[in-house]
């Protein structure tokens, strides 16, 4: 879907969040080596999440009420769009110290 075609399926309500969205993606993007990937995944009928992986491999997510203000989200942050999670993307994810903590905790819990 293009720019202008998601745009006008999009709500004045829903366009507002989108914006909403692309500046908090924008805002990580800054933050973590001045770019950012994205992956829009839907998470079930109340969500679409959008992970993001930044240049320095810190990652992060944003929750899109719809799949659709989530692409335009993604769009609007002007990212770059990974089709998933795996591979390459996958691999440049920094994990710390408290990342791996939880996991074990979840895990032995």
């Known amino acids: 879907m293009t720019e ?4 006008n399926v999009l709500s004045p309500r829903d366009e507002k969040r989108a914006a909403r969205i692309a500046k908090n993606v924008k805002a990580f993007a800054a933050a973590h080596g001045g770019s950012a990937d994205g992956v829009v995944e839907y998470v079930g009928g109340i969500a679409t999440r959008i992970a993001l992986v930044g240049a ?7 929750v899109a009420p719809t799949y659709a203000v989530a692409e335009r989200a993604v769009e609007l942050a002007g990212i770059t769009r990974a ?4 591979g390459e993307l996958g691999l440049r994810v920094r994990t710390s110290a408290y990342e791996w903590r939880r996991m074990s905790g979840i895990q032995l819990g």
């Open 4 to 7: 202008e075609t998601t745009a």
């Open 56 to 62: 320095d491999g810190a990652w992060g997510d944003q």
């Open 83 to 86: 089709e998933s999670f795996e």
